[in-house]
């Protein structure tokens, strides 16, 4: 693992030079960082579920709270080419984020039970797993990590397994399973690239952003 502060250094870009400083690093390691909280969150609660079944509802509410602030945080400190698609995810969670807000206020189940007898509310928090998949797909396409090529697919087959009800509780246990362990590998090994790779050629953005404002 790299050290936060280390000395500025000059990289040579597409479009020209550019220096990587302290503060571009501190935003690697809270996007890595709230990476892996969201990460640790799913692997409690599909843990929690596989040992206590339906006893272990009451605690799947905080627990998300905490997925859904981990990954709103890692959404805003991620570096992404394509600023309208990073923009995209952001609304992707946010509603996400909001109809997960409104079910609880309308409900006095338990979130998960709620989302679990009333699959429809998917197509409003299914906003918040399309962001997610999003940050998959990123890591995927730029540096052809195995497991978030899985991931890509994986999620999108639980969300929609739920939904249009082609997943019975045994294969989606199993699927969700799958998707924390290999959701907490790639956060950890996130841990060992360097920085630079998170923060990518930032040439590219200052190019990006002089087209937009000319």
């Known amino acids: 693992m790299q050290s936060v502060q280390e000395e500025p250094k000059v990289y040579q870009g ?44 009451a605690w799947l509410t905080p627990i998300y709270s905490i997925f859904c602030l981990a990954l709103g945080v890692s959404l805003l400190t991620i570096h992404i080419y394509m600023a309208i698609l990073h923009r995209v995810l952001q609304v992707f969670w946010g509603v996400g984020t909001l109809s997960s807000l ?43 990590r195995v497991e978030t090529k899985f991931l890509t697919a994986l999620l999108p087959l639980l969300v929609s397994g739920h939904l249009f009800g082609f997943l019975s509780p045994q294969p989606a246990i199993v699927l969700l399973s799958l998707w924390s362990v290999l959701f907490a590998i790639f956060a950890f090994r996130k841990f060992f690239q360097p920085a630079s790779c998170d923060i990518g050629d930032k040439s590219v953005f200052a190019y990006l952003r002089g087209e937009l404002e000319a």
């Open 102 to 144: 409104a079910l609880a206020l309308q409900t006095q189940e338990p979130l998960a039970l709620a989302v679990y007898q009333h699959p429809n509310w998917l197509w409003g928090i299914g906003f918040l797993f399309a962001a997610l998949t999003g940050i998959y797909f990123k890591e995927a396409f730029c540096f052809d």
């Open 14 to 57: 597409q479009f020209g030079e550019y220096t990587i400083t302290d503060e571009d690093r501190r935003e690697v390691w809270v996007y890595r960082f709230s990476l892996t909280v969201a990460a640790v969150c799913v692997v409690a609660a599909t843990g929690l579920v596989a040992w206590q079944g339906e006893a272990a509802v």
